[in-house]
């Protein structure tokens, strides 16, 4: 069975003290927990304060984003090498945010990847369907290009898959275990055509309004292996219930 994922994305949330009191209240309701990958990915302003925090836990640490070069006249940007400077062993790329907000190509985001992984960052690739895509009936032929497009040359090792329908990102609407089920193992079995039986070591995670309340009935389906969750992240009670999930009996 592979091992479960819980990120929480913070994005654009929490100054420094704030990510410090979270990590302070969250880390001891969390620290017997084994079975489970816990990861935060907080701004780049508290990376350096956060993986303060949590060395010696059993949290790790993430960016929200990395560019593709190492270094170089690029206002704005952190590199991989800067990223992993940071204490981070993860970094979430192709977010639907960065996708439609910055303009981010599938080819670009497969430069990220290959980028991030070239210097051991463990990856949280995100790719899911807008609103408009879904209700035309073009969820699987959207997966199957930001798939193929966004893995080019990319290896299947430290590579997560986040599934993240855009309609259901911070909206409250969530897709249902059966819609996300049915998602997940089209995305499997797109990865088997381009890695074969590694396909099946390769964690995919749902991201999308993931609440206390919904947890539990999307972590029993077979094919998710995880969440990535943002608003609900950002308490630590809340975050804490997603993490303690009703683990699966079978």
């Known amino acids: 069975m592979r091992r479960p994922l819980i990120a929480a994305n913070w994005k654009m949330n929490k100054s420094i003290s704030e990510a410090k009191e979270f990590t302070l209240r969250f880390l001891p309701s969390v620290s017997g927990i084994r079975d489970a990958d816990i990861v935060i990915a907080p701004p780049f302003t508290s990376l ?48 639907s945010e960065r996708r439609q907000y910055f303009q981010e190509t599938d080819e670009i985001i497969n430069k990220k990847i290959r980028a991030c992984q070239k210097h051991g960052l463990n990856v949280i690739f995100c790719i899911g369907e807008s609103l408009a895509e879904r209700e035309s009936d073009r969820t699987n032929d959207v997966l199957q290009r930001q798939i193929l497009n966004g893995l080019n040359e990319v290896d299947a090792q430290q590579l997560i898959v986040a599934y993240e329908p855009v309609w259901a990102i911070g909206t409250g609407r969530t897709a249902t275990p059966a819609q996300a089920q049915e998602a997940h193992q089209f995305i499997r079995a797109q990865l088997a055509k381009i890695y074969g039986v590694h396909a099946d070591s390769i964690r995919i995670v749902y991201g999308g309004s993931v609440t206390p309340e919904n947890v539990d009935s999307l972590m029993a389906c077979p094919d998710i292996d995880g969440s990535l969750v943002g608003g609900a992240s950002l308490n630590p009670e809340s975050f804490e219930r997603i993490v303690k999930f009703k683990r699966r009996t079978t």
């Open 48 to 95: 350096f304060a956060v993986a303060d925090k949590l060395a010696g836990t059993n949290v790790e640490l993430s960016a929200q984003n990395a560019f593709y070069e190492e270094k170089g006249a690029f206002t704005g940007e952190l590199s991989p090498l800067m990223v992993k400077d940071a204490g981070c062993n993860y970094v979430i790329i192709g977010h």
